[in-house]
Nanobody, 125 residues
Framework: QVQLVESGGGSVQPGGSLRLSCAVS????????VGWFRQAPGKEHEGVSA????????HYADSVKGRFTISRDSDKNTIYLQMNNLKPEDTAIYYC??????????????????WGQGTQVTVSA
């Protein structure tokens, strides 16, 4: 059974940094995708970033390119999202999600089958 557990959220001032973690279990790191999504109040889920394999590729929304970096620690079965130069508009609940496949649209929530519980990120002065 696939389980995903996010951690690392919190409150930070504009321009600050946070690193989110997504610990994944019950998962095969062969043909896969793990994505980060966010949902702000009154808005739909937005794809932020994804990492796909077997040959590793990374994907980013235009709104976070150059500021966010997704990475994988194979030994820890964990996906990280390093978020730098955070802006108030980054405030949202952040979720990680997984699918045992290579999705055509890795930043689309509909591509994923398993989801974590979410972690709050708040960016304000």
């Amino acid at each position: 059974q696939v389980q995903l557990v996010e951690s690392g959220g919190g409150s930070v001032q504009p321009g600050g940094s946070l690193r989110l973690s997504c610990a994944v279990s019950g998962f095969t790191w062969d043909y896969y995708a793990v994505g980060w999504f966010r949902q702000a109040p009154g808005k739909e889920h937005e794809g932020v970033s994804a990492i796909t394999g077997k040959v590793t590729f990374t994907h980013y929304a235009d709104s976070v390119k150059g500021r966010f970096t997704i990475s994988r620690d194979s030994d820890k079965n964990t996906i990280y999202l390093q978020m730098n130069n955070l802006k108030p508009e980054d405030t949202a609940i952040y979720y990680c999600a997984s699918v045992q496949a290579l999705p055509v649209s890795p930043l689309s929530p509909a591509s994923y089958t398993h989801w974590g519980q979410g972690t709050q990120v708040t960016v304000s002065a």
